[in-house]
């Protein structure tokens, strides 16, 4: 059971720690990459505006002046181009490695260009131009300056492999921190549930001895009865009557304790078991008992079933689950036992035309001491039935699941792992 609670704090844990670490890698590699590209648009636009007092220029033929830029280092042609279009968008001048296909429009882009070849993605800035005074259309144009994506593209996988390597030696550290800081905290709650389990086995033992003593007294009184008053009887057969109470309470107590301490795996006390006829040994068993109270108990077997386990546990667990169906029936209502093979797992419902359990009450059926209230007050059960039903499942590697209506009825099904299974017995009939 803790070893389930020391996965589920260590994978909570460790979610909580990527997100941390997403979060953390996610906004140092997204500022980096803002603030080189806001860095790679601003040297563009400062680039444009060195180019365009030159646009008149270059009309003239006379391009010395931005030959001259790459050797001022304001222009590095392997990563950059310079281009200057007239007012019909036809290149009069260009400079650089990269080739821009699409015409220039004002404004900041990012598209494909080609390089040695190969298409590469590359941003560009394009600013349209007057060369002179005049409006005359010969003296409009376009300046284009692009830039390749290359070296960012490159700075911010190196940045995301650096990331991504921290991250996970991050997380490697955080799984074996996470490790022993959960190991270290349930260690006490699991010292704490041990002592419980063993003060629950220990103090219900020694009530077993007090116990017997007070039955085994109030039995011979009773088989003398003409010594006592008629008032005394009636009150010996309260105290009767309580102690067996006490004694179920105390023997389901040690049951309890005791099934949550031992170790379902080779269990040298688990054998074959045929499902089939454990179940119709309880129904003949219980039939009276529905008789009584005018209830028809039905008993459906689709296939024929083994199990491997304890066949007084399962015996204890089968007959909670009818009784308790039965104890909450009304008159003229209907008990059904079903047992169905599905794959390699055997499924047994009880299902009754009881009050049913309301939706607020599902989830604390199977609490120890829990009772609804209203109509499920008056069975006078210790109320740990349906709490050594479920350990007994989790003891056979099974579980046991529970669906009910208010008005409607309830049906327990109890799912265990098939040892063998023999087809051919047919169903019964209602």
């Not at 300046?143 to 990331?163: A, D, H, K, P, T």
């Not at 093979?341 to 499924?347: D, I, L, R, S, T």
Request: proline fraction near 3%; charge should be negative.
């Amino acid at each position: 059971m803790f070893q389930n609670v020391r996965f589920r704090l260590l994978l909570f844990y460790l979610l909580v720690m990527e997100g941390i670490l997403l979060l953390f890698g996610g906004s140092i590699y997204f500022s980096f990459t803002r603030r080189e590209s806001k860095q790679l648009d601003n040297k563009l636009m400062a680039l444009a505006e060195v180019v365009v007092p030159t646009f008149g220029k270059v009309q003239y033929q006379d391009t010395s002046y931005l030959q001259q830029l790459s050797n001022e280092e304001l222009f590095d042609p392997e990563t950059q181009t310079i281009e200057l279009f007239d007012y019909n968008k036809n290149r009069l001048w260009h400079q650089g490695s990269l080739k821009v296909s699409s015409q220039p429009e004002p404004g900041l882009f990012t598209l494909v260009s080609e390089k040695s070849d190969s298409k590469i993605r590359s941003v560009t800035f394009s600013v349209a131009v007057n060369a002179s005074e005049d409006i005359q259309p010969t003296s409009q144009g376009f300046v284009r300056v692009s830039q390749s994506l290359e070296e960012l593209e490159e700075s911010g996988n190196q940045l995301l492999l650096i990331l991504s390597l921290s991250a996970i030696a991050a997380f490697t550290l955080a799984a074996v921190g996470g490790y022993f800081l959960t190991d270290t905290a349930v260690k006490p709650i699991e010292e704490a549930y041990e002592k419980q389990q063993q003060f629950t086995a220990d103090a219900s033992h020694e009530l077993r001895g007090p116990l017997t003593a007070i039955k085994a007294s109030i039995d011979i009184m009773r088989r003398h009865p003409e010594r006592f008053q008629e008032k005394d009887n009636r009150k010996v057969g309260a105290i009767a009557n309580a102690t067996d109470q006490m004694t179920r309470l105390v023997e389901d107590l040690l049951f309890l304790a005791r099934t949550e301490k031992k170790t379902t795996k080779s269990n040298p006390e688990y054998t074959s078991i045929s499902l089939n006829e454990l179940l119709q040994s309880l129904i003949d068993l219980l039939e009276p008992l529905a008789g009584e109270k005018n209830i028809t108990l039905n008993y459906q077997a689709f296939d024929e079933v083994f199990v491997m386990g304890n066949r007084d546990q399962l015996n204890r667990l089968f007959s909670n689950l009818i009784y308790n169906a039965l104890n909450y029936t009304s008159e003229k209502g209907l008990v059904l036992v079903r047992l169905i093979q599905h794959n390699q797992q055997v499924k047994v419902a009880i299902e009754d035309t009881g009050v049913g359990i309301a939706p607020e009450d599902l989830p604390h059926v199977f609490d120890r001491f829990w009772r609804a209230d209203k109509a499920r007050h008056h069975s006078g059960g210790t109320g740990l039935g349906l709490s050594i039903a479920q350990a007994i499942a989790h003891s056979h590697q099974g579980k046991i699941t529970v669906k009910s209506k208010l008005g409607i009825g309830t049906c327990f099904e109890v799912s265990l792992p098939v040892l063998t299974s023999k087809i051919g017995k047919q169903p019964a009939t209602l």
